[in-house]
């Protein structure tokens, strides 16, 4: 039993989806994938797939096994690559990131870094919740805010001014708070994925603020302040330019806190192939030349 060839075929049906596709890709017929999941099944004695005449999904077993059967095939392929003295970053890449920054900075660098490393497949996964690396197989993740987690490795690429805003409409109806304590009598978006909670804090002061409501999502703070639902206190590249041109306009200005760090993470565990540090470096590039993003520390990297 040729293992490798099995763990190669497991991980690649993950990836595409299809068993298909994966024979398509092999030179071999479908039949063949199947027999060699089966046993690779057989030879784990448990079951690392459930399948449908729809989808496939992943066990709990499935998941574990297939993050660590591509960290050895990310081993091997380096290994190879280096013996060959090829540095050409290759292979499939998972990448999470956040909604609103995920849309409005990182997909538009997706044709450039795919034009620069064509031998690349990048799986970018936007969305707000919070995402495990190791148990769902995603290499890097680009995160905002203070980092918690002292299993992953953090690089930093970039420092989010805080600002606090309110749409034109929302402050035609109510006085402009002039000092923290004051948004206490106004109605605030409330972003429920803060580690913060309902504490906002400024410059050496917390204020504890309220409001009729809260989501939890960047887009649905960004629709709520321009609805004129109330104030919000998020990251400055989320009102870009709704404050340009003048539809919402920034608050408390010299009571504004600390900015908010942007951060790839990754498993500390784990060898970060090639292609990853390709992409955290095209990234912090991009992001060093946005003013928005202060990118100014985009070369240290961590332990959290």
Known sequence: MDRFLLMHSFARVVETGSFSAV???????????????AALERHLGTRLLHRSTRKLTLTPEGERYY??????????????????????PRGLLRVACPTVLGRS??????????????????????????????????????????LKDSSLTARRIGAAERLCVASREYLAAHSAPINPKDLQNHNCILYTLSSAGSTWS??????????????????????????????????????????????????????????VPIHFV?????????????????????FAKDPALNAHTGAIEKGR
Do not use: C
């Not at 993050?67 to 050409?88: C, F, H, L, P, W």
């Not at 497949?121 to 995160?143: S, T």
């Open 67 to 88: 993050s660590q059967t591509r960290s050895v095939i990310d081993a091997i392929t380096e290994a190879e690559s280096t013996a060959r003295g090829n540095d050409v």
């Open 202 to 259: 400024f410059r050496g002061l917390d204020v504890d603020v309220r409001g009729s409501f809260r989501v939890n999502t960047p887009d649905g703070i960004r629709s709520a302040v321009l609805d004129g639902i109330g104030i919000a206190y998020a990251p400055g590249w989320l009102f870009e330019d709704v404050l340009a041109d003048g539809r919402a306009h920034s608050l408390l200005v010299e009571h504004h806190g600390p900015p």
């Open 105 to 146: 900075h990182i997909l538009p660098q997706m044709k450039a870094i795919l034009a620069r490393f064509p031998e690349m497949e990048i799986d970018l996964q936007i969305g707000d919740r919070y995402i495990d690396l190791v148990e769902e197989g995603v290499d890097l993740a680009i995160r905002v805010g203070s």
């Open 23 to 37: 024979a398509r890709e092999m030179g071999t017929g479908q039949p063949n994938i199947s027999r060699h999941i």
């Open 266 to 286: 990754y498993a500390a565990n784990r060898m970060l192939p090639r292609r990853a540090r390709a992409f955290m470096d095209f990234i912090a590039e991009a």
